[in-house]
């Protein structure tokens, strides 16, 4: 039996005397290497195993969150701070934190297959950075608040290319959308489509309207 659950065994047997302290399950967990188990209301909320500084995490080590989050990495005043990774709902954050908060540049994976590398500010995206969807498809450019913001290249898996500015995860300013075949519309663009919509229409003599009406 580890140390771990000898201890939880101890406080059933106990009547769950001290049940609402944390506990140092070995090393030194004031100014060293230990392994330590944090409660609240009773109950476990985390175990943390790693490096410690007048009697907090400061240093490399990993946390398991009763909810099955992992974080492990470096520390620094209780709080993520440095480099590491963040395991939560099948997501995944691997790069910079500050303060417990995603800041710098690091890689974020989402479940479904898209992931983003690139620069965060306050546990969102924010600056320079790169998009790519599960489809091939990908946005390279520029993010704020979380969304495609500010100048960019979004890039469809079957050729097509459009370069120019976002607001708000859309297609709006100027910008030129590049067709496989080489024609290019070049103009104002409002809430991810042409504005006004007869100026690509216009663009090109003989393309056919529905074609144009499937692609926005």
Do not use: A
């Amino acid at each position: 039996m580890n140390l771990e659950k000898k201890y939880l065994r101890n406080l059933d047997i106990n009547g769950g005397l001290f049940f609402s302290k944390d506990k140092c399950l070995y090393g030194n967990c004031n100014d060293g290497k230990g392994k330590k188990i944090y409660f609240k209301n009773k109950k476990i909320i985390e175990t943390y195993e790693g490096e410690f500084k007048n009697g907090r995490k400061n240093g490399k080590g990993k946390s398991v969150f009763s909810n099955n989050d992992i974080y492990d990495g470096e520390w620094k005043n209780n709080k993520f701070h440095g480099k590491g990774t963040f395991k939560w709902s099948n997501h995944v954050y691997e790069g910079d934190f500050i303060k417990g908060k995603k800041k710098g540049k690091g890689k974020y994976f989402w479940p479904n297959g898209n992931f983003y590398e690139g620069e965060f500010k306050n546990d969102k995206k924010k600056g320079k950075g790169k998009l790519v969807y599960k489809d091939g498809s990908f946005y390279e450019g520029d993010f704020k608040n979380d969304k495609k913001e500010g100048y960019g290249v979004f890039t469809w898996p079957w050729g097509h290319v459009y370069k120019g500015e976002f607001k708000n995860d859309k297609k709006q300013g100027k910008g030129k959308y590049y067709f496989i075949n080489g024609d290019v519309y070049d103009g104002d663009w409002e809430n991810d489509q042409p504005f006004p919509s007869e100026n690509l229409l216009e663009s090109f003599d003989g393309l056919d309207y529905y074609i144009i009406k499937q692609l926005f």
